[in-house]
């Protein structure tokens, strides 16, 4: 069900996290924001970032990727640090990214296993902390990360069109 994004789940990948956009009324940004997600291998894999999709019946239903560090965030543990004026998660070394899963998939172990996936990489990459950080009103995937052992950390305004309130996670591998 999890696999490896491909050229053919493009469309799908990106039909997933509009879904999600849609669903709380957010800005779609093609160009902007979402411009990641029209060239993942430029944004990710070209990088060596990995990029993943849970597939069913041929239906992309979940994305989820990871941006691994080449340095831990420096700071005390724990902490929100002001790096290159973005806020980040002192300490951890790689972080989740664009965890969505279509409205009508959800409640079938889709995200957790999306989750599990990102965090067996990171580990395999020698990893040992991640950061997420998640639309404050995005509450089912807090009480996930939350049970997956995360724990939140601080907060942030994001940089989407619709400067959106984030809860910042910490999630150690």
Same mark, same amino acid.
């Given at each position: 069900?999890?696999?490896?994004?491909?050229?053919?789940?493009?469309?799908?990948?990106?039909?997933?996290?509009?879904?999600?956009?849609?669903?709380?009324?957010?800005?779609?940004?093609?160009?902007?924001?979402?411009?990641?997600?029209?060239?993942?291998?430029?944004?990710?894999?070209?990088?060596?970032?990995?990029?993943?999709?849970?597939?069913?019946?041929?239906?992309?239903?979940?994305?989820?990727?990871?941006?691994?560090?080449?340095?831990?965030?420096?700071?005390?543990?724990?902490?929100?640090? #002001? +790096?290159?004026?973005?806020? /980040?998660? &002192?300490?951890?070394?790689?972080?989740?990214?664009? %965890?969505?899963? $279509?409205?009508?998939?959800?409640?079938?172990?889709?995200?957790?296993?999306?989750?599990?996936?990102?965090?067996?990489?990171?580990?395999?990459?020698?990893?040992?902390?991640? #950061? +997420?950080?998640?639309?404050? /009103?995005? &509450?089912?995937?807090?009480?996930?990360?939350?049970? %997956?052992?995360? $724990?939140?950390?601080?907060?942030?305004?994001?940089?989407?069109?619709?400067?959106?309130?984030?809860?910042?996670?910490?999630?150690?591998?």
């Amino acid at each position: 069900m999890i696999e490896p994004w491909s050229p053919q789940h493009s469309q799908g990948a990106i039909d997933v996290v509009k879904s999600v956009f849609d669903e709380y009324s957010f800005t779609w940004e093609p160009d902007g924001y979402h411009a990641d997600l029209y060239d993942v291998p430029t944004h990710y894999l070209e990088k060596g970032d990995l990029f993943f999709v849970a597939v069913q019946d041929s239906q992309v239903l979940g994305t989820v990727a990871i941006e691994f560090f080449e340095n831990a965030i420096p700071g005390e543990e724990s902490t929100v640090q #002001e +790096i290159e004026g973005k806020l /980040r998660l &002192a300490q951890t070394d790689c972080a989740l990214l664009r %965890l969505y899963v $279509r409205p009508e998939a959800r409640g079938q172990g889709i995200g957790r296993a999306l989750i599990e996936t990102v965090k067996t990489k990171g580990a395999q990459g020698g990893r040992k902390s991640m #950061e +997420i950080w998640s639309d404050k /009103r995005f &509450a089912d995937a807090h009480r996930l990360y939350q049970k %997956l052992g995360a $724990r939140i950390i601080g907060d942030r305004i994001c940089n989407d069109p619709d400067t959106s309130p984030e809860w910042g996670l910490i999630l150690d591998l």
